[in-house]
């Protein structure tokens, strides 16, 4: 209960996130006993198992094609509540078992990290001299096609308490749902037969479970939940595409015994490497007789890799969208008017820090990656200019002394002799001494007539 966000919409019963934070001592005693009769009887309100779904559009699509919306279910807080305290019980049960290439809403890990091993691969693979093949896989509605059954066998696989596992099938079954416009009308009430619920603490947990066992390929997995690729490299593109094809025949073969279902129109495949004379080459992988559509640049979890792992394309997109994000900005403050100081740093880290940040490391430390700001890179100069650095700003009398440099027990420091002409002669410039004091030997810091020396670097 101490995890509920305030300010969340409520679902078909209306009781806000706000009524269970300020609930009182009794009340919360009362709920619990509630949570434990619904486990130990296997039973559900009805009121848990509707949902209210509002459709969102997606960016860039079209708004009168059905699949251009995403949609988005309002559960009841009561039964976020009970699926959280599931989730809790069986996490580290779950997570022991699943698969290392799967880092989809586990603990510490990102999609960053799925980004980066890929990268990391593609990079390997560029020292052995080899070309990388990567195929992006979609998959059609995958939340809502899961199979119950094979989940079910699954669970029991996974989890070894049998009372836990029909726990969680009754909060799967008999779901319905009912759509809801901005103008407030509602479609029919609907049952679902198959996935998980849109919107649930456990459907991401859930789905990792029933895509854990995928088949061992010559290719590496890279999952985040639904969002799979699998990258193959070899010496020359014969290799690699037939490896491709034999991994995806087996991919293709399981979704098909689970019943997922592959969108070949949406999936994708690409090459990685850096041969230039080869640049227009495109991969050939075929599914059911149909080749994939070869990209230049695909995006993968929200980052565009090319060829080349340059990130120009991708670099240029989040260039605009921080660009358009600061003009919003600034429209918020003026220099009599505006916003407060907090509410832009808010807005700010929100809207353009986010945008700007999102898997940098990914990038900002690729060796071919050009429009990078770098600060240790020297400014461009014309021909025959020089570079001659600003110096401090010092207070009237103030001298500016150079910080010595730091040597080791028993070492000497030997000042570099400036580069000479041919013919030129190098007459080193004495120190300035104070009155009644000269320089003898040519030894550094030692005076004569009462000065202290100078000390040793």
Same mark, same amino acid.
């Given at each position: 209960?101490?995890?509920?966000?305030?300010?969340?919409?409520?679902?078909?019963?209306?009781?806000?996130?706000?009524?269970?934070?300020?609930?009182?001592?009794?009340?919360?005693?009362?709920?619990?006993?509630?949570?434990?009769?619904?486990?130990?009887?296997?039973?559900?309100?009805?009121?848990?198992?509707?949902?209210?779904?509002?459709?969102?559009?997606?960016?860039?699509?079209?708004?009168?094609?059905?699949?251009?919306?995403?949609?988005?279910?309002?559960?009841?807080?009561?039964?976020?509540?009970?699926?959280?305290?599931?989730?809790?019980?069986?996490?580290?049960?779950?997570? %022991?078992?699943?698969?290392?290439?799967?880092?989809?809403?586990?603990?510490?890990?990102?999609?960053?990290?799925?980004?980066? +091993?890929?990268?990391?691969?593609?990079?390997?693979?560029?020292?052995?001299?080899?070309?990388?093949?990567?195929?992006?896989?979609?998959?059609?509605?995958?939340?809502?096609?899961?199979?119950?059954?094979?989940?079910?066998?699954?669970?029991?696989?996974?989890?070894?308490?049998?009372?836990?596992?029909?726990?969680?099938?009754?909060?799967?079954?008999?779901?319905?749902?009912?759509?809801?416009?901005?103008?407030?009308?509602?479609?029919?009430?609907?049952?679902?037969?198959?996935?998980?619920?849109?919107?649930?603490?456990?459907?991401?947990?859930?789905?990792?479970?029933?895509?854990?066992?995928?088949?061992?390929?010559?290719?590496?997995?890279?999952?985040?939940?639904?969002?799979?690729?699998?990258?193959?490299?070899?010496?020359?593109?014969? #290799?690699?595409?037939?490896?491709?094809?034999?991994?995806?025949?087996? +991919?293709?073969?399981?979704?098909? $015994?689970?019943?997922?279902?592959?969108?070949?129109?949406?999936?994708?495949?690409?090459?990685?490497?850096?041969?230039?004379?080869?640049?227009?080459?495109?991969?050939?992988?075929?599914?059911?007789?149909?080749?994939?559509?070869?990209?230049?640049?695909?995006?993968? +979890?929200?980052?565009?890799?090319?060829?080349?792992?340059?990130?120009?394309?991708?670099?240029?997109?989040? /260039?605009? /969208?921080?660009? %358009?994000?600061?003009? +919003?900005?600034?429209?918020? #403050?003026?220099?009599?008017?505006?916003? %407060?100081?907090?509410?832009? $740093?808010?807005?700010?880290?929100?809207?353009?820090?986010?945008?700007?940040?999102?898997?940098?490391?990914?990038?900002?430390?690729?060796?071919?990656?050009?429009?990078?700001?770098?600060?240790?890179?020297?400014?461009?100069?014309?021909?025959?200019?020089?570079?001659?650095?600003?110096?401090?700003?010092?207070?009237?009398?103030?001298?500016?002394?150079?910080?010595?440099?730091?040597?080791?027990?028993?070492?000497?420091?030997?000042?570099?002799?400036?580069?000479?002409?041919?013919?030129?002669?190098?007459?080193?410039?004495?120190?300035?001494?104070?009155?009644?004091? $000269?320089?003898?030997?040519?030894?550094?810091?030692?005076?004569?007539?009462?000065? %202290?020396?100078?000390?040793?670097?």
């Amino acid at each position: 209960m101490s995890k509920l966000k305030p300010g969340k919409s409520p679902g078909r019963d209306n009781i806000h996130p706000e009524f269970v934070i300020h609930q009182s001592t009794t009340t919360s005693g009362w709920l619990c006993a509630f949570y434990t009769s619904c486990y130990q009887r296997l039973k559900l309100p009805k009121t848990w198992r509707r949902a209210s779904v509002i459709a969102l559009p997606k960016p860039n699509k079209p708004a009168e094609d059905p699949k251009s919306y995403r949609p988005i279910s309002l559960l009841c807080v009561p039964f976020k509540i009970l699926e959280r305290m599931v989730h809790s019980r069986i996490e580290p049960v779950v997570d %022991s078992q699943l698969p290392r290439e799967q880092a989809g809403f586990r603990r510490g890990r990102s999609t960053a990290d799925q980004v980066t +091993l890929l990268c990391q691969d593609i990079e390997d693979s560029f020292q052995n001299n080899e070309k990388a093949g990567v195929v992006y896989l979609d998959l059609t509605a995958a939340y809502d096609t899961v199979w119950h059954r094979g989940l079910h066998l699954k669970l029991l696989r996974t989890i070894p308490d049998r009372h836990m596992v029909k726990f969680i099938m009754e909060t799967l079954s008999n779901r319905s749902f009912i759509l809801q416009t901005s103008s407030g009308q509602c479609s029919r009430l609907r049952r679902l037969k198959n996935g998980v619920p849109q919107g649930s603490v456990l459907s991401p947990m859930l789905f990792n479970v029933y895509i854990h066992d995928l088949p061992d390929t010559a290719s590496r997995k890279y999952g985040y939940a639904d969002d799979l690729a699998i990258m193959l490299s070899r010496p020359t593109w014969k #290799a690699m595409e037939e490896g491709l094809n034999e991994d995806m025949g087996t +991919l293709v073969a399981y979704l098909r $015994r689970w019943r997922l279902q592959l969108s070949v129109g949406k999936s994708v495949a690409a090459a990685y490497h850096l041969s230039t004379r080869e640049a227009r080459r495109e991969l050939e992988v075929h599914v059911d007789n149909k080749c994939l559509e070869v990209q230049q640049a695909p995006k993968y +979890l929200g980052v565009r890799l090319d060829r080349t792992l340059s990130f120009k394309q991708h670099l240029e997109e989040v /260039k605009a /969208k921080v660009t %358009s994000r600061v003009a +919003l900005i600034r429209r918020l #403050a003026g220099t009599t008017w505006g916003a %407060s100081a907090k509410t832009l $740093r808010i807005s700010t880290q929100a809207l353009v820090f986010s945008a700007a940040e999102y898997c940098a490391p990914v990038w900002s430390r690729s060796p071919h990656a050009r429009k990078r700001g770098d600060l240790s890179t020297p400014p461009k100069l014309d021909q025959g200019e020089t570079f001659t650095p600003t110096p401090p700003k010092l207070d009237q009398g103030e001298t500016f002394t150079p910080t010595p440099p730091k040597l080791d027990q028993g070492e000497t420091f030997t000042p570099t002799p400036p580069k000479l002409d041919q013919g030129e002669t190098f007459t080193p410039t004495p120190p300035k001494l104070d009155q009644g004091n $000269r320089f003898e030997n040519m030894v550094p810091g030692v005076l004569v007539g009462g000065a %202290s020396p100078a000390p040793q670097p």
